[in-house]
């Protein structure tokens, strides 16, 4: 156990080091699978593209 005052970052690293990466694969996605991303405020975005928006560091254009 870490003594008060330590930090784990040298743990953390070799943990996110021993993570398998693996090729990117979105076969059999659809966004028919996430019926959660609604639209609310009935303004034409769902809620992936409202989070986007809302998170964006860079307004999106055109604005709505």
């Known amino acids: 156990m870490a003594a008060p005052g330590d930090t784990a970052g040298t743990a953390v690293a070799k943990a996110v080091e021993s993570l398998p990466v693996a090729a990117e694969d979105s076969a059999g996605c659809s966004s028919s699978g996430f019926r959660h ?5 009935q303004d ?4 992936r593209a409202e989070v986007v928006i809302a998170e964006a560091t860079t307004p999106p254009w055109p604005p709505r």
Do not use: I, K, S, Y
């Open 37 to 41: 991303w609604t639209d609310p405020d």
């Open 44 to 47: 034409g975005r769902g809620t």
